[in-house]
């Protein structure tokens, strides 16, 4: 099966050397040093007495740290700290808190609200079109189902589990990574409209893996210890009551080395206006996201880390952009305007991953794609054009275990070549393919011998490389090929 036919993206260029803290300062920067710290130009004194010290050998360093750890910069931050504590919405005793709504309702009872909201829907194609349901709610969306698909190390052919999957928007999606989706939900209701969904508008990918559909009672998953590769939940887990009993069962489902993400609201969310009047108008939970209370529940369940994506929606200058490759005091003011700003975005948004082990990562994938590769002869005369024997050593020099046998074609690593001419002009981009003896884990090295044809068109070269089926070649991760050339007369004239 071929798969590629683009060519190799030529690396990007060096950055240039950072100017070092341990650099001396000149009076220019203690100008520009007040006006981005301090916020105002120095004043007469202050620039007489750090001159003389710049005189003395003041290093940039020693600067910006005098500057840093004035008192007149921690009442810039106290200001800051009040900013930020007005952003938190008040406790108000009127306001109902999510605790009351667990004691007040069963499992059950909010299982039975969820199906019912799906049944009861007059028109579903609203929340099949996310993440593209709201001009106002798409932007948001998509920043966080991005940072969510980058956090958990997709591969093809991974056996994905959506959790609180509704009518499946997101498993549709999923399933175009040619991923194996499984969508489950307490809605019965929801899972039917996503079924049909599936069925009269099939998701777009070359190879579709077929989804399962499964029912969640709020208590068990119907799936075998360790059976899926990643877990997936947006926008769900502050609706579960029971969160250490369902911990544990993703965390029974879940395969070591996996992963499961999560892009939930914030850790005061039961506190806005839409929380309160779902919660006291529809027998719903609108839970806060707590991570260090989610965690204290997770270790047990089996997690052992829980990582959180920084999320940030500040918008800047062009001279604001360029000060963030200024390795100068510039950049300083800057750096903490961002660190506020993603405090505030923090309030209420989280999106957060719970690691059982740590990451495997396997060629399905194309993070740590690596080898190195020498192969004897390098040059070769065939002049009847009998096939050549080659004997390669390949090691993988990188931090994914590259497969060997699966399922699905998606990442079996296969030793092929390019056919090139005389003059390295590019005549077949899959020449050759052959697959290798057994599974390598990163650092390992095998030989292999391999009997290769050769091309009527003759002299010629043979470019060898490693191809993830469906997924990468290796060269384009920044591994080198090694050459053969092929002496022989050519048949043509």
């Known amino acids: 099966m071929k798969f590629f036919r683009t060519q190799p993206t030529p690396p990007a260029a060096a950055?240039?050397?950072?100017?070092?803290?341990?650099?001396?300062?000149?009076?220019?920067?203690?100008?520009?040093?007040?006006?981005?710290?301090?916020?105002?130009?120095?004043?007469?004194?202050?620039?007489?007495?750090?001159?003389?010290?710049?005189?003395?050998?003041?290093?940039?360093?020693?600067?910006?740290?005098?500057?840093?750890?004035?008192?007149?910069?921690?009442?810039?931050?106290?200001?800051?700290?009040q900013h930020a504590a007005a952003l938190v919405p008040a406790a108000d005793p009127s306001l109902i808190d999510p605790k009351e709504v667990m004691r007040r309702y069963s499992i059950a009872e909010l299982n039975q609200t969820a199906d019912e909201y799906y049944r009861v829907m007059q028109d579903p194609d609203l929340t099949?079109?996310?993440?593209?349901?709201?001009?106002?709610e798409t932007p948001e969306m998509l920043e966080n189902l991005g940072a969510l698909l980058g956090g958990l190390h997709l591969g093809k052919a991974m056996t994905v589990l959506d959790f609180g999957a509704g009518t499946c928007w997101l498993s549709?999606?999923?399933?175009?990574?040619?991923?194996?989706?499984?969508?489950?939900?307490?809605?019965?209701?929801?899972?039917?409209?996503?079924?049909?969904?599936?069925?009269?508008?099939?998701?777009?990918?070359?190879?579709?893996?077929?989804?399962?559909?499964?029912?969640?009672?709020?208590?068990?998953?119907?799936?075998?210890?360790?059976?899926?590769?990643?877990?997936?939940?947006?926008?769900?887990?502050?609706?579960?009551p029971n969160q250490a009993e369902v911990l544990r069962e993703l965390g029974r489902v879940l395969r070591p080395g996996g992963i499961a993400g999560f892009s939930e609201p914030?850790?005061?969310?039961?506190?806005?206006?839409?929380?309160?009047?779902?919660?006291r108008n529809h027998r719903v939970l609108e839970n806060d996201i707590d991570l260090n209370a989610i965690f204290s529940l997770a270790e047990p369940a089996g997690f052992t880390q829980v990582k959180v994506r920084t999320l940030n929606d500040l918008v800047i200058s062009l001279e604001q952009y360029n000060a963030l490759f200024d390795s100068s005091v510039a950049s300083l003011e800057l750096r903490s305007a961002a660190w506020q700003r993603m405090h505030d975005t923090m309030l209420n948004r989280t999106v957060f991953f719970l690691h059982k082990g740590e990451l495997r990562r396997d060629s399905r994938g194309h993070d740590g794609l690596a080898h190195r590769i020498s192969v004897h002869p390098e040059t070769v005369s065939s002049p009847h054009g009998d096939p050549v024997a080659l004997t390669f050593t390949i090691t993988n020099t990188g931090t994914a275990y590259w497969l060997h046998q699966g399922p699905h074609i998606f990442g079996l690593v296969r030793l092929a070549c390019h056919l090139y001419d005389e003059h390295e002009a590019l005549l077949d981009l899959d020449y050759f393919r052959i697959e290798l003896p057994r599974t390598v884990a990163p650092g390992e090295t095998i030989r292999?011998?391999?009997n290769v044809p050769v091309s009527e068109r003759r002299p010629c070269l043979l470019a060898f490389d490693l191809v993830a089926e469906g997924v990468r070649w290796f060269e384009k991760e920044g591994s080198k090929p090694v050459h053969v050339r092929i002496e022989g007369r050519s048949n043509e004239g």
């Not at 301090?38 to 004194?45: I, N, V, Y």
């Not at 099949?128 to 106002?136: A, G």
């Not at 914030?266 to 919660?279: I, K, L, T, V």
Request: aromatic share 6%; net charge negative; charged share 30%.
């Open 128 to 136: 099949l079109r996310k993440p593209f349901q709201s001009v106002n």
């Open 266 to 279: 914030g850790r005061y969310h039961s506190r806005a206006p839409q929380s309160q009047y779902d919660m």
């Open 448 to 450: 292999m011998t391999a």
């Open 15 to 81: 950055p240039s050397d950072p100017v070092r803290p341990t650099d001396k300062a000149t009076v220019a920067d203690v100008v520009l040093a007040y006006r981005l710290i301090l916020k105002r130009e120095a004043d007469a004194a202050g620039l007489a007495a750090y001159t003389q010290r710049v005189r003395e050998g003041l290093t940039l360093e020693e600067l910006l740290r005098a500057l840093l750890d004035s008192p007149e910069r921690e009442g810039r931050i106290r200001s800051g700290e």
């Open 172 to 240: 549709r999606l999923i399933a175009q990574l040619n991923c194996a989706v499984i969508c489950c939900d307490p809605s019965t209701a929801a899972l039917d409209i996503g079924r049909r969904s599936f069925e009269d508008h099939p998701p777009i990918a070359r190879e579709l893996l077929p989804p399962r559909f499964l029912p969640f009672d709020g208590h068990t998953l119907e799936l075998a210890d360790e059976s899926v590769d990643r877990i997936i939940c947006f926008d769900a887990f502050h609706h579960v």
